[in-house]
């Protein structure tokens, strides 16, 4: 690992000014538990590392109108967060799934979106809640959905003078519930070979909306819009929830390598899709 600058800025503004100057050159830091690993492989040679733990606004967790979730908010405060573990369950349960307990007590959910790893945990259950990024840049803020905010493998829309400063999530409503659930081969220190995020909310006895959203089946997290489509206004019976399964699993498009086949994946996908379902129903009341 080559030597670098660090620089520990006080104000999202003087990190603006940083990223404005430097650039391409600098990366940013908060727990460091996907950075550091890729610069001690050379993967990547950043001239400049920026230090995020001066700024308050990343760090915040708040829950008023909506849940904001600060980019450098760690996965184990999200874990234990009481306004998460109520209407925003499946948040703290994928926050639960990354890597180990001292991994969770470092790693941050802006990492976890940032480094836009296809099998990234934080992901699935924030598309499915119809999360935004807020991002911050040299002509102000934006808000982009995070369904759109990953482009590819390790590839998100912010730019080189921006940064990821907090996910806004809407409220869920009365009788919403989630779920997320993976498949590893271990039980922690592992990635997910298919992960499912589902959200559901119930209207006089009806699905009002579904949501599903899948990891680990294509290059970026993918909504399942046929399931989802199949369950909204219809009650949501276990015959329903199957026909939603396999819609799923014909969404998704992932490849075959070392930790599974294609085939297997899409199975998983089907299976994962009917649990979480069931078990976001449930949670939803109903």
Do not use: W
């Not at 993976?182 to 070979?193: C, G, S, Y």
Request: positive net charge; contains cysteine.
């Amino acid at each position: 690992m080559r030597r670098f600058d660090l620089v520990l800025p006080n104000t999202l503004e003087d990190c603006l000014k940083i990223l404005a100057e430097r650039g391409a050159q600098a990366k940013l830091v908060a727990g460091g538990t996907d950075l550091l690993p890729q610069m001690k492989n050379g993967m990547l040679r950043p001239a400049v590392v920026v230090d995020l733990s001066g700024i308050a606004r990343v760090r915040q967790v708040g829950n008023g109108n909506g849940l904001r979730i600060g980019a450098a908010a760690t996965a184990r405060e999200l874990e234990l967060n009481p306004a998460l573990r109520s209407a925003y369950l499946a948040i703290a349960e994928s926050a639960a799934m990354v890597g180990s307990l001292q991994i969770r007590n470092l790693a941050t959910v802006g990492g976890n979106l940032c480094n836009a790893a296809p099998s990234a945990d934080m992901a699935p259950p924030l598309v499915a809640l119809e999360a935004q990024a807020v991002i911050a840049g040299p002509k102000g803020e934006r808000r982009v959905p995070l369904s759109d905010f990953f482009t590819g493998v390790r590839k998100t829309v912010v730019g080189p003078d921006e940064l990821l400063v907090e996910i806004f999530v809407p409220a869920p409503g009365p009788h919403s519930g989630g779920s997320y659930i993976r498949h590893t081969p271990r039980r922690e220190l592992d990635i997910a070979v298919v992960g499912v995020a589902s959200q559901v909310t119930i209207a006089n006895g009806v699905c009002a909306k579904a949501r599903i959203s899948l990891a680990a089946v294509a290059p970026t997290p993918v909504r399942a819009t046929a399931a989802e489509a199949a369950l909204e206004g219809k009650p949501l019976t276990p015959e329903l929830i199957e026909r939603a399964a396999d819609l799923a699993g014909q969404a998704a498009k992932p490849i075959s390598d070392q930790r599974g086949s294609a085939d297997f994946r899409r199975h998983l996908v089907r299976i994962l899709t009917r649990r979480t379902l069931t078990t976001a129903l449930a949670r939803a009341g109903a």
